[in-house]
């Protein structure tokens, strides 16, 4: 894809910075991770998967837990893209709300989409 992305948008305005983590993402509450899913999707983009994290109090420290996808030997690409974010889709759903704080995701997603 060319031109200005709305996913990354969309990420940039709603998304927390981990810089105190030393990492450039963003990560976002589990209602935006579904809608920036929803966005890759209609941009026709493909989530390699993606990182899980919780906020407590201000601070935001790792889950150790994270999700991926592969794409299968005769599998088109489209295919592939619209899997996905089907699968991130599921994941992010799924995931258990922690026990204190509140769960965050970021979204890996594959350069050039």
Same mark, same amino acid.
């Given at each position: 894809?060319? !031109? ?10 709603? !998304? ?5 983590? !030393? ?11 579904? *809608? %920036? ?6 941009? *026709? ?12 109090? !201000?601070?935001?420290?790792?889950? #150790?837990?994270?999700? #991926?996808?592969? *794409? ?16 991130? *889709?599921?994941?992010?759903?799924? #995931? ?13 997603? %594959?350069?050039?989409?």
């Amino acid at each position: 894809m060319s !031109g200005p992305s709305t996913w990354r948008d969309f990420l940039e305005r709603r !998304g927390q910075s981990l810089e105190s983590l !030393g990492l450039a993402e963003r990560a976002v509450g589990r209602e935006d991770a579904l *809608r %920036a899913v929803d966005l890759v999707e209609s941009e *026709r983009g493909t989530i390699l998967g993606g990182d899980v994290y919780v906020e407590d109090g !201000g601070r935001i420290e790792s889950a #150790y837990a994270n999700w #991926y996808s592969e *794409r299968r030997d005769d599998e088109p690409i489209e295919s592939f893209a619209t899997r996905t974010c089907a699968e991130s *889709r599921s994941y992010i759903a799924r #995931y258990p709300n922690p026990p204190q704080g509140h769960v965050l995701f970021v979204l890996v997603v %594959a350069e050039g989409t």
